[in-house]
């Protein structure tokens, strides 16, 4: 990867962590409307109240239908 390459690459992880701080500012999964939640197995890790296996999810979705949102804010 060269010098503008890489200059490029960290622009686009700034604007994406700044978008992911956006969202999870409001507390609401941008793609279904739930809450999200901080996953404490990574920092900066959040997912949608209703990402994931029923076990894993808030108790407020078990038995909803799945939602994938997740994104990292560092």
Do not use: H
Request: glycine letters at 10%; proline letters at 3%; hydrophobic letters at 30%.
């Amino acid at each position: 990867m060269n010098k503008a390459e890489r200059q490029a690459s960290l622009v686009r992880m700034r604007a994406a962590k700044e978008e992911a701080n956006k969202i999870v500012s409001t507390g609401v999964c941008p793609e279904c409307g739930a809450k999200l939640r901080s996953n404490t197995s990574l920092t900066g890790w959040w997912q949608c109240g209703r990402f994931g296996r029923d076990s894993f999810r808030l108790p407020e979705y078990r038995g909803q239908k799945d939602c994938g949102f997740q994104c990292f804010t560092d």
